[in-house]
């Protein structure tokens, strides 16, 4: 099993910033790809952005392509997501996932494990 713990969310103003980070832990994999995902009230949850594990391969939603960054610190086993420019639009919890076999990154079905979530409030 492998246990993810996402911290950093919280309220910002709209234009702020924000630090998600992902740390994982138990049964760690040798290579896997970290993504994030979120979920709106009423909304499904939606691909944010994934990483994989030599950090070579990155993919973002078009939407937040250009405002937000994932990173990932193997020797800690911990992923981030900056976000900058935030939009009321943004609020959501923030999920992070992990994929160890096959499948998309941009697929939340191709991940096995998820984090409890942090929830991310921008107000306008």
């Known amino acids: 099993q492998v246990q993810l713990v996402e911290s950093g969310g919280g309220l910002v103003q709209a234009g702020g910033s924000l630090r998600l980070s992902c740390a994982a832990s138990?049964?760690?994999?040798?290579?896997?790809?970290m993504g994030w995902f979120r979920q709106a009230p009423g909304k499904e949850r939606e691909f944010v952005a994934a990483?994989?594990?030599?950090?070579?391969?990155?993919y973002y939603a078009d939407s937040m392509k250009d405002r937000f960054t994932i990173s990932r610190d193997n020797a800690k086993n911990t992923a981030y997501l900056q976000m900058n420019s935030l939009k009321p639009e943004d609020t959501a919890v923030y999920y992070c996932?992990?994929?160890?076999?096959?499948?998309?990154?941009?697929?939340?079905?191709?991940?096995?494990?998820w984090g409890q979530g942090t929830q991310v409030t921008v107000s306008s």
């Open positions: 996932a992990v994929k160890t076999g096959w499948g998309l990154p941009r697929m939340s079905n191709a991940y096995n494990y």
């Open positions: 138990g049964r760690i994999f040798s290579s896997y790809t």
């Open positions: 990483i994989t594990w030599s950090g070579a391969g990155t």
